[in-house]
T-cell receptor, first 114, second 114 residues
Framework: AQSVTQPDIHITVSEGASLELRCNYS??????LFWYVQSPGQGLQLLLK??????LVQGIKGFEAEFKRSQSSFNLRKPSVHWSDAAEYFC????????????FGAGTILRVKS | DTAVSQTPKYLVTQMGNDKSIKCEQN?????MYWYKQDSKKFLKIMFS???????INETVPNRFSPKSPDKAHLNLHINSLELGDSAVYFC?????????????FGPGTRLTVT
């Protein structure tokens, strides 16, 4: 069965510092990969997605992610974090073989210190 | 315009009661989903419907019954509520077909069972 691992439960970075959130997936074929963000008490907003093609994808709010097939990873990055980026971030994988359902990682809580 | 809306936003009820959560999308999508986010923020799919037909039914107690009166609506009815049903329930929608397609999430309904 497919699974998604986000190794870091919490990450704290200083405002203006760079950020990398890790995501690894377990699936035989190429999955479709997503990063969502959830602010406190809010729903999920899509940051970016990877379906095929260029392995470096750009998203909203200055985020980017790189798909590395050899490492089964899809890490999320941002060069300079803003206080408003404090939220919980979820990596997810979707596969046609599993009925187009999204399988989510456990999430990473990002704290930004000023 | 709200793309995916859910009512109510908060729901507090007692064990043993029956309650419903409504979901509507105005995106013209054919596929709708219900996800459950537990107290540890773990998100898991419960159901998906494609044009009013049940496609995915994960291992969910049969106290949970989705109802899709038309392709723009997917309601979730829960019978005999239990303490463990306390969670945030998210509705989502996407296009149908070969995909992959992005899923758009509603704001969530926080259910508290006392």
């Amino acid at each position: 069965a497919q699974s998604v691992t986000q190794p870091d439960i919490h990450i704290t970075v200083s405002e203006g510092a760079s950020l990398e959130l890790r995501c690894n997936y377990s699936y035989g074929a190429t999955p479709y990969l997503f990063w969502y963000v959830q602010s406190p008490g809010q729903g999920l907003q899509l940051l970016l997605k990877y379906f095929s093609g260029d392995t470096l994808v750009q998203g909203i709010k200055g985020f980017e992610a790189e798909f590395k097939r050899s490492q089964s990873s899809f890490n999320l990055r941002k060069p300079s974090v803003h206080w408003s980026d404090a939220a919980e971030y979820f990596c997810a994988v979707e596969t046609k073989e599993y009925g187009n359902k999204l399988v989510f990682g456990a999430g990473t809580i990002l704290r930004v210190k000023s | 315009d709200t793309a995916v809306s859910q009512t109510p936003k908060y729901l507090v009820t007692q064990m043993g009661n029956d309650k419903s959560i409504k979901c509507e999308q105005n995106l013209g999508h054919d596929t709708m989903y219900w996800y459950k986010q537990d107290s540890k923020k773990f998100l898991k799919i419960m159901f998906s419907y494609n044009n009013k037909e049940l496609i995915i039914n994960e291992t969910v107690p049969n106290r949970f019954s989705p109802k899709s009166p038309d392709k723009a609506h997917l309601n979730l009815h829960i019978n005999s509520l239990e303490l463990g049903d306390s969670a945030v329930y998210f509705c989502a929608s996407s296009q149908a077909g070969a995909g992959p397609y992005e899923q758009y999430f509603g704001p969530g309904t926080r259910l508290t069972v006392t």
